[in-house]
């Protein structure tokens, strides 16, 4: 089974076992009864968030039957994980970061112009991270049918327009 990180555990707060979580998806996870795994010491533990609460940026979680500052501080600087099978689907048109990221980018010509390494999350969009193959990195605007024209299993086509690349 595979896994994607979603969020980073910070430091416990309190007594009864509740941890500071810092966020690493766009995607709602942390909400009571949700499963999700705890990467400790490269093992998967699967936990079930008891309590939840806002703690500015962050979030205070509680997962059931941990409810104690002892069974809890071992996961320090842990990553929470979601598994591949309870990731929502999601509609046409959008993609899971994991997704985008390792495939090679073409432009209308089947010319290849490099491959995604990252995404780069900016207020105007999200924007492809492109290494191309003379070490440069360019920034493609993730906006589906303007600057991207579709994306297969093994690579994402492009409109290169002029001064993109």
Known sequence: ??????????????????????PMTDFDRFYDG??????????????IIKNVREFGNCY???FKDMEDINLVEK?????????????????????????LIGKDVYNE???????????EELPSANYLVVLT???????????????IKEVLDDRIIINEIEGLF
């Open 133 to 147: 193959e003379d070490n440069q990195k360019k920034l493609v605007p993730f906006i589906v049918k303007e600057f």
């Open 109 to 119: 010509k089947n010319e290849l112009k490099g491959k995604c390494i990252d995404i």
């Open 60 to 62: 205070l979680l509680q």
């Open 75 to 99: 996961y320090h600087s842990d990553y929470i994980c979601v598994s591949e099978e309870d990731r929502e689907e999601l509609p046409e048109g959008e993609y899971y970061f994991n997704e």
């Open 1 to 22: 089974m595979k896994y994607f990180k979603c969020g980073k555990i910070l430091k416990t707060h309190g007594i009864k076992g509740d941890l500071k979580v810092s």
């Open 34 to 47: 949700n499963k999700l795994y705890v990467l400790h010491n490269n093992e998967y533990i699967e936990v």
